[in-house]
Nanobody
Framework: QVQLVETGGGMAQAGGSLRLSCAAS????????MGWFRQAPGKERTFVAV????????SYSESVEGRFSVSRDNAKNRVYLQMNSLKPEDTAVYYC?????????????????WGQGTQVTVSS
């Protein structure tokens, strides 16, 4: 079955950086847009970033624009989220997800497959 496995989570200090990776298997990876979402304790899951199938179009939430960068390597079936200038409010479980939709804007229901998530904790 389709698997999305996130790695790279952990602890960081405010102002620091982390790089998340998501490895995909058992799906035609280059056919899917890949997104990142996050869920903070006691809150709903929210959109973070998305990259289109080719990797030449990206979109970000306002809260991470300019600090986070999403990219993909179709040869390796991987998508990445580079997180810089981290803030305590970035603390959350981060999920990668795959969508067959090709659009400028995405919502959670547009994604067909989800990973299990990786915890990111940012201390002040």
């Amino acid at each position: 079955q389709v698997q999305l496995v996130e790695t790279g989570g952990g602890m960081a200090q405010a102002g620091g950086s982390l790089r998340l990776s998501c490895a995909a298997s058992n799906l035609p990876f280059s056919a899917y847009a890949m997104g990142w979402f996050r869920q903070a304790p006691g809150k709903e899951r929210t959109f973070v970033a998305v990259v289109n199938w080719f990797g030449d179009r990206t979109s970000y939430s306002e809260s991470v624009e300019g600090r986070f960068s999403v990219s993909r390597d179709n040869a390796k079936n991987r998508v990445y989220l580079q997180m810089n200038s981290l803030k305590p409010e970035d603390t959350a479980v981060y999920y990668c997800a795959a969508s067959l939709k090709d659009a400028k804007d995405y919502s959670e229901i547009d994604f067909n497959y989800w990973g299990q998530g990786t915890q990111v904790t940012v201390s002040s």
